[in-house]
Each structure stands twice: as C-alpha cells, then as structure tokens.
C-alpha cells in the first residue's frame, strides 16, 4: 500500500477516530489530562506502526505526564484497537507531542501585540500633530 493511498488515509482516520474515544473514555491513567486530543495518526504502509500526534492542554509537565501515561497505556490501546477495528494487523503506537497548536497560539500574541502596538503609535501620532498646529 502506497503511503498516501486512499486506503492509508481511511485506515489513519479510523485509527485516530478510535484512540480519540478510548483515550477519553478508556484509559484510567490519572497522568494523563482531561484536555488530551488526538490531532493526527500516521499509519505506516505496511500497517504495523503508526505515529499518534497528541496535543494537550497546560504546562509541561502536565505535557510530560500525559506523554508518559499514554506511552504506559499503549499496550492496552493497541488491544483496544484490535478489539474494535476489524484490521488484520493491528500497529504498534508512538506518541508524539504535537506543539502546532501553542506555535499557533504564540504567533497569534505577537501579532495581537503588534497591532496593539500599531493602534498606540498612531493614536500618539495624532495628538503630536495637532500640538504643533
């Protein structure tokens, strides 16, 4: 199976579809926090590994905890998985961090700062002017 097969792609959203609810509903981990959502899931061609991207909300040691009790609960999801999904092979996991969203975040402050900047020269722009009138 070519990687980005139709195939490929349909097997990647079930797959993260699936973790997406058992991460919420199945795994007990108290490390692992309330704001965890799967962003992505790359399935290797031949199926036996797929990477889970995981985005989660707070510090980063709530970062590091989550990471760790997902990494500890892949086994029992990989179970999971093949319980629920009608798969010949079912893939091993890797977790990943997924830091796309607070880059997002961090970009949109800065450019908020920005025009806020924009908005507080021009206003002292204004009232400079009209002194010297």
Known sequence: MRKNS????IVSQEVRRELSRLI??????????PLTTVTDVTVAPD???AKVYISVYGDA???KNTMDGLK???PFLRSMLAKNLNMRLTPQLFFVLDESLDFA?????LIS???AGETDNTSDGDSSSEEQE
């Open 6 to 9: 139709t195939k490929n792609r």
């Open 24 to 33: 919420l509903d199945g795994v007990k981990d108290p490390r692992i926090a």
């Open 47 to 49: 199926l036996k590994t």
């Open 61 to 63: 040691d709530v970062k």
């Open 72 to 74: 500890n609960a892949a």
């Open 105 to 109: 975040m961090k970009i949109d402050g």
């Open 113 to 115: 700062e920005i025009h």
